[in-house]
């Protein structure tokens, strides 16, 4: 099992930076493939980016991508997304998610642990 905690968040104007992290303490971290995820007031939770377990691929939705980067550092247990040129419609809160899945990893139901989340605000 995992515990995971995101840090990070805030509020930011259009254009701007931000770099979430996620802490996980348990066991085995480099055992996960780990996810970020957003939802928005009002709509369903949605993909954002993966990565697996030694970070040697990356996924991410195509309203992120060439936007947001996904890493993560195994010797601290922590994984980010660095976010860049954020946008209004990126206001949302951000989980953080881990999953034991070997081949699937866009989906709410691929991960198996999750994060309380962490409110990302973007001002235009």
């Known amino acids: 099992q995992v515990q995971l905690v995101e840090s990070g968040g805030g509020l930011v104007q259009a254009g701007g930076s931000l770099r979430l992290s996620c802490a996980a303490s348990g066991r085995s971290f480099r055992s996960y493939v780990m996810g970020w995820f957003r939802q928005a007031p009002g709509k369903e939770r949605e993909f954002v980016a993966a990565i697996t377990w030694g970070g040697g691929s990356t996924y991410y939705a195509d309203s992120v991508k060439g936007r947001f980067t996904i890493s993560r550092d195994n010797t601290k247990n922590t994984a980010y997304l660095q976010m860049n040129s954020l946008k209004p419609e990126d206001t949302a809160v951000y989980y953080c998610?881990?999953?034991?899945?070997?081949?699937?990893?866009?989906?709410?139901?691929?991960?198996?642990?999750w994060g309380q989340g962490t409110q990302v605000t973007v001002s235009s």
């Open positions: 998610a881990a999953s034991t899945s070997g081949s699937r990893w866009v989906g709410r139901h691929d991960y198996d642990y």
